[in-house]
């Protein structure tokens, strides 16, 4: 039996790998864990609950996850986006647990053109991604055993994102204006928990940093067109800028080149959203 600790476990990326793969033919027996039960910024509970369990993985889904609130929660976002995982890594280290822990493509700055490689240098331009970033160092510095996942501009049925809130403006008959200058790769939550089931059950060893994105690229307005062209909406209006406390990289495509050499196979982003939507509106 592989034991597998989910933290953040109200969140959208972790009720998709519940909903996806809780009960599963692989012998992956995982443990779901929200904020109320394991807090992952409390240095001792997070220390006596990997003591008093027997994990082989940390499948770290818990963050500060809200961009714009991130630039004036700054201490907050720091806590739990990089103090906390210092806390997880410490104690995957002490008790042999390999950890997998989410990042994102806001840890680069958007000047580049072309998609960006796991070599590349971040830079990041806001609170969450600079928070992200020390997260990441945290685990690096700290562990062998890790994969650090970036994804990118994730959606799904569950909680809040950019998908869920363009459909209820769309079903409330509402305009938007939405930006086109920003460019990166729309990700269905199911494909990313489909990636982590994937090195979990192959008990893959090439540890180090993976970038997560289906093939493809688009803006927001693009995301936003696709949605609305489903379901037959005109209300969709494509704007320069976006105003907003924090800045975003106007390029965050991330290269998937890494993730095809493990010979993992990738979809396209639309077919991602058109999952979605099936999901959503049956
Ligand atoms: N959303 C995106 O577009 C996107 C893009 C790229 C990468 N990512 C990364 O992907 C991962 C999953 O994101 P997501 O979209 O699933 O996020 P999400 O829906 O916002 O879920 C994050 C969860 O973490 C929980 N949490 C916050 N602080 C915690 C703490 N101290 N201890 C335990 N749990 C805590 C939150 O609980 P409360 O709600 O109760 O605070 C929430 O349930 C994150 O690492 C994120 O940075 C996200």
Known sequence: MINVLVTGANGQLALTIKEL????GDQINFIFKNKAEL?????????????????????????????ELAETKVEEAFEINAEAV?????????????????????????????????TNQP?????YGKSKLEGEIAVISTLSNYFIVRSSWLYSKYGHN????????????ETMNIVNTQIGTPTNCDDLANFIYFLIKTKNDQFGIYHFAPIG????????LYIASYFKSNHIKPVETYRSLAKRPKNSVLSNEKIKSLGYDLGKWEDGVKRCLINYTL
């Open 21 to 24: 793969f809780y009960k599963n």
């Open 39 to 67: 807090d992952i910024s409390n240095h001792d509970k997070v220390k006596d609950f990997f003591k008093s369990n027997q994990l082989d993985y940390c499948v770290n889904c818990a963050a500060f996850t809200n961009v």
């Open 86 to 118: 210092r806390n997880l890594s410490i104690a995957c280290q002490n008790t042999n647990v390999v950890l997998l822990h989410i990042s994102t493509d806001y840890v680069f700055d958007g000047k580049s053109s072309k998609p960006y490689k796991e």
């Open 123 to 127: 830079n990041p331009l806001n609170v």
């Open 162 to 173: 950019f998908f869920k809130t363009v459909i209820k403006k769309i079903q409330n008959g």
């Open 217 to 224: 690229q688009t803006s927001w307005y693009g995301f936003a």
